[in-house]
DNA sequence: GTGAAAGCGCTAACAA
DNA sequence: TTGTTAGCGCTTTCAC
């Protein structure tokens, strides 16, 4: 039989609540064939009359026959299924990920377990206990951020394991992470493209990876469109600091820039709040660019908030596509492996509304 | 042995990736004991000599030993896992759902499956089918919004099901949703205790059945208050609508509100936006109440957001108790149960930041 | 106290 | 072409 599981029975009825789930031997009673025959009618192996097939088939419908899918794992040692760590508390990024991970793997019959480990080691330690108990064919770990070191050596699981918007200690470990000085390349790229000669970076903590990643894409693009002008301000991922930058970035009105390259979508909304505040025109005097493309904030600006979409369900799907090659048997080499970013451009920095690759 | 999965082998070896896992029969011949032998000793049943029970689980740890809830489950006829199907996209709703539910669930042993259908009932009804085959032990609805009916009929599924922040036409059907109306009596209810006279209302479209419910409570409250006027403004669920509210609601000077309690903390931000604009002062002049207490939102408006709570969280651990419940043989009534709402205060309505029951 | 063996539902190799 | 049977890893009853 395929790794793929035999076609459900569609249509057919559905043992009601408290009643026994028929199993294949009812159906081989009721038929009037031998189990391995129903086994072989219903997985389309070994040859078999097509009468005999047809019939089998029938039964099974008419049973509500579903085969047990833990019976089968437990025998062919594979569990169609997988696990996901999250510490993230299912946040904005995990979601996402999660949602193309569990499509590309709902593909291959494969179910995810979705645990979260809410940041405490004891919890992720207890759901690693379970889903290996649960004999998970593989495990995905999620974290809030991209560069949150795993608290566990969990690399030497039994069963393949991948890091997504993860990274590991460990260099065998397979990470998948969003490109962040590509982003933020693209980002100011286009900023210098529409002519832009003063952009400032409002950002997050430096002591985040993704931070200094995105600095220097930052840096990158202005070296290659041969600006002078650079300027990084580090605050909190919070709204509120995105406002208070403003403060800090016109307190001296020679150096006022004409574009602000903003660490989050959250932060570039503190920014146009505190440019419209000073009734500074946007994109007119000053363009802004955010970073997640979190839609609910970058269609709620006035004008819409151009924005880096780190394409976080594709991460997902890849995950999903990488982790079955490993389950299939390959083993990739470890590292780090960074997927490109893309830019939707709106309203915020002037210029036609499109996608940037 | 119990329902509660055998102490995980702590500390222990674990296999090496691609090493099959120990089994059993393993730690029988590495003990030098019988397979029934080593069962006994792990789950702490039957009579056995202290020593030999000792000795067992020495070599059970060192070997790395762990059971294969497969094969448990095979034989005891329970997968200690549940189904989660969500049409959310596993967004701001389903998400708290998830971990409350989760984190309740994670005490018994049992790991959630989740699912996105995305709103498509091919892809739910193939959910459904693969979570069927994994014989999960019960399973949960969920729907982006509370009225949301699930596509297909799902409420005879042979497993114990739940509906959670979803119903379903189904009389017998179990659903749990926050109590709209009592959310709103109770932001209102605040309002007026603080002396606001002119009350409106923005909310979402009325086709929802939260927007009915919770403009019956505010209603109420006005009514149980003795207010005479009322103003419901209907519109969609978005920041833009709260803004454009504003311009309708201050058309007329006569009939200008003193508070706006808004559906949606969504459209609290546009309603504060607009309120901005025009220089209205908050709480002095006009105090601004949300609904859904989403931090994001709420703690990002100057001032921070006076906003309605659903305890989503709560709502999911409590689902969790009563699935298990309900696997445990109980049989609840059907029909829908409304779970209390909580008014978190902060500056947007004036008054001490607290938390009103 | 401990071991042996039946069986949970299914697959696959082998017999008929 | 179909039936029989030995497991997959575990629990549990019943001998010893």
């Known amino acids: 039989m395929s790794d793929v599981p035999p076609p459900p029975s569609r249509g057919g009825r559905r043992p009601k609540f408290g009643e026994r789930a028929p199993t294949i031997r009812d159906v081989a009673l009721a038929a009037g064939v031998s189990i391995g025959t129903v086994s072989k009618a219903l997985n389309g192996q070994g040859r078999l009359r097509d009468e005999t097939r047809a019939h089998v088939r029938d039964t099974a419908l008419k049973l509500g026959f579903r085969p047990n899918d833990l019976a089968q794992a437990l025998h062919r040692g594979k569990s169609l299924t997988v696990g996901m760590i999250s510490s993230d508390s299912f946040g904005r990024f995990t979601m996402p990920i999660m949602e193309g991970l569990e499509a590309c793997l709902a593909d291959e019959g494969i179910s995810v377990f979705l645990c979260n480990a809410a940041d405490d080691p004891v919890r992720e330690q207890r759901h690693i206990e379970h889903l290996m108990g649960k004999r998970v064919d593989g495990m995905v770990f999620t974290a809030r951020r991209a560069d949150h070191k795993p608290s566990i050596?969990?690399?030497?699981?039994?069963?393949?394991?991948?890091?997504v918007y993860a990274t590991s200690d460990d260099p065998n470990a397979v990470c998948l992470v969003p490109d962040d000085q590509q982003g933020a390349r693209l980002a100011v790229a286009h900023l210098t493209r529409l002519g832009r000669k003063r952009i400032a970076h409002v950002t997050g903590p430096e002591r985040f990876e993704a931070v200094r990643l995105r600095r220097a894409g930052y840096l990158e693009s202005l070296a290659s469109a041969g600006l002078e002008y650079s300027r990084v301000l580090?605050?909190?991922?919070?709204?509120?600091?995105?406002?208070?930058?403003?403060?800090?970035?016109?307190?001296?009105?020679?150096?006022?820039?004409?574009?602000?390259?903003?660490?989050?979508?959250?932060?570039?909304?503190?920014?146009?709040?505190?440019?419209?505040?000073?009734?500074?025109?946007?994109?007119?005097?000053?363009?802004?660019?955010?970073?997640?493309?979190?839609?609910?904030?970058?269609?709620?600006?006035?004008?819409?908030?151009?924005?880096?979409?780190?394409?976080?369900?594709?991460?997902?799907?890849?995950?999903?596509?990488?982790?079955?090659?490993?389950?299939?048997?390959?083993?990739?080499?470890?590292?780090?492996?960074?997927?490109?970013?893309?830019?939707?451009?709106?309203?915020?920095?002037?210029?036609?509304?499109?996608?940037?690759?």
Chains 1, 2 share one sequence.
Do not use: K
């Open 153 to 163: 050596d969990m690399s030497r699981l039994p069963v393949p394991t991948l890091f």
């Open 234 to 357: 580090y605050g909190p991922w919070s709204e509120d600091w995105g406002h208070d930058a403003i403060a800090e970035l016109f307190a001296d009105p020679s150096t006022r820039p004409d574009a602000i390259f903003c660490g989050s979508d959250l932060i570039a909304r503190g920014v146009i709040d505190g440019l419209r505040e000073r009734s500074i025109a946007i994109p007119d005097e000053i363009a802004v660019v955010g970073y997640d493309n979190w839609d609910l904030m970058a269609t709620a600006t006035r004008p819409r908030l151009t924005s880096v979409d780190m394409n976080l369900n594709q991460l997902g799907r890849e995950a999903g596509t990488r982790l079955m090659a490993m389950i299939r048997g390959e083993h990739p080499g470890g590292g780090i492996v960074r997927l490109p970013c893309t830019l939707v451009v709106r309203g915020s920095c002037g210029g036609q509304p499109t996608q940037v690759q």
